[in-house]
């Protein structure tokens, strides 16, 4: 199965209810690379990158969030490498300060 990098935007009340925080663990129990922070448009943006079907259970998993969350929708495009190598130098996951 190959690798996948998807750049995810999540709306809805998804800041302030610590789901930067629930899909750092998400990701970082699945083994996957990437990032997630919040944007001042209260959205959450996150990069997955790993085998594609790792990667597809987060996307459903994101759909669904914390329970303190009421995700709206996500949205999910392909991504690149340029946007995983946002992430913090020596990590495998990152979260990054708000845009």
Known sequence: MSDAIRH??????VQGVGYRAWVEEQATSRSLEGWVRNRRDGAVEAVFSGPED????????C???PISARVAAVQAETG???LLNL????ERFS????V
Do not use: K, Q
């Open 8 to 13: 995810v935007t999540v709306t809805g009340r």
């Open 54 to 61: 790792v990667v597809a259970d987060m996307l459903t998993s």
């Open 63 to 65: 759909r669904r969030g």
């Open 80 to 82: 690149n490498s340029d």
């Open 87 to 90: 992430r913090r130098a020596g």
């Open 95 to 98: 979260v990054l300060p708000t």
